[in-house]
């Protein structure tokens, strides 16, 4: 056995979508760093272009490019300029995301219907076009994209961000059912909460200064927050050869929370038999 590119990402061009911020700007990094050619693709152009330039430090090829990916147009074009700039599409990784608070019985349509264009429709959009040019070009390509733990579980003024993620993560499996055939993976990772600079700044707002301690009162057995780099790592296995037999899964990287009952679990017992 000799030493080799594990991950099969050296020299393959992955488009990273909402690239310039959070768990899309850790991602871009370690796919560079993995050797990658990595299109940065962004609402914000600013972002995308340093994202891009600090990917390129790294010694590999990267694009930034700029577009909504929540209008039909501007989603083909991101993926059309990230297959012309890089020469084809090896990989996606779709993080693009973003929830609005409201209880149900006071939420207007138009709310619903932003959560829904911010986190779910983009994925057919961006995933389609990228899988017609992997089809067309013969790659068995990758796709990675971001769900949450809020696709899983319900919360009181989260139900149109919870049930757009929970479209995503069924998204995701009905994608990789119907381009299997084409050699096609599809998989997600629904990150619990994540302390991304925009998520950070949320609470910062809020007053809340010991983030760590809200988790840890709620009984997170890892007793903290995870990191943008701790979600970029389970999407740049999903998209590697490491991942080659994995598709149609919805990753959850929550800190043990799901691994442990909802009501807390048995107690030690405390009286003795004898
Ligand atoms: N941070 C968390 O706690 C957490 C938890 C669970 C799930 N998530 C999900 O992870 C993903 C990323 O979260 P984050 O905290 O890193 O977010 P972020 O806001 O830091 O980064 C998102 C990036 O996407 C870009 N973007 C937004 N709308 C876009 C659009 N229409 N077209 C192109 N680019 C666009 C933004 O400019 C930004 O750079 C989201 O899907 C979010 O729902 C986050």
New binding site residues.
Partial sequence: MTRDDVFGLTGKAVLV????????HATALLLGRVGANVAV????AD?AEQVSQQVAALGVSAVPIT????DPADAQAVVDAAHNRLGGLHALIN?????SWSDLLSMDLAMWDADLR??LT?HLLVGRAAARHMIADGVAGRIAL?????GIFGAPNHAAYGAA?AGATALAKSMANEWAPHGIRVNSV?????A????VAGFVERGVSDMNAIVQADGVPMGRWGT?DE?AGPLVFLVSDLAGFVTGQNLVVDGGTQSRFPHGGPKPFTETTE
């Fill in positions: 979508v909402g690239g310039g911020s959070g768990i899309g693709a962004d609402i914000d972002r577009g909504d990916v929540t993080i693009v995301g973003m929830a911010n986190n983009h971001v769900t949450s733990i809020s993620k629904a990150p619990d909460i994540i991304t600079p925009r998520v943008p979600i």
